[in-house]
């Protein structure tokens, strides 16, 4: 089992980026394969990127490619998301999730979640 805790939400201004941080808990984080979901109010959770254990192979959503990069170091348990160039309809709870896979397209693939961080961006 792993316990995720995310932080580096807040207010942005069109434009501008965001780090997004995700702590694991636990001693087999390298194992899981892990994801970053964002859901909008009224919305349903999407996938945003997800990466594999060891790093070597990410998955981007069509609306942030380009923009956005998932990353992970292991050695610290951490998964990264960076947010360049953000835009209005970034705006949402962002959730980061680990799973075994081997799927790993859709939230229900996922069964352990953090608790979520919100992100705004304003136009």
């Known amino acids: 089992q792993v316990q995720l805790v995310e932080s580096g939400g807040g207010l942005v201004q069109a434009g501008g980026s965001l780090r997004l941080s995700c702590a694991a808990s636990?001693?087999?984080?390298?194992?899981?394969?892990m994801g970053w979901f964002r859901q909008a109010p009224g919305k349903e959770r999407d996938l945003v990127a997800h990466i594999s254990p060891h790093g070597r192979s990410t998955i981007y959503g069509d609306s942030v490619k380009g923009r956005f990069t998932i990353s992970r170091d292991n050695a610290k348990n951490t998964v990264y998301l960076q947010m360049n160039s953000l835009k209005p309809e970034d705006t949402a709870v962002y959730f980061c999730?680990?799973?075994?896979?081997?799927?790993?397209?859709?939230?229900?693939?996922?069964?352990?979640w953090g608790q979520g961080t919100q992100v705004t961006v304003s136009s």
């Open positions: 999730a680990a799973s075994l896979g081997p799927v790993v397209s859709h939230a229900y693939d996922y069964p352990y």
């Open positions: 636990g001693r087999t984080f390298s194992t899981y394969i």
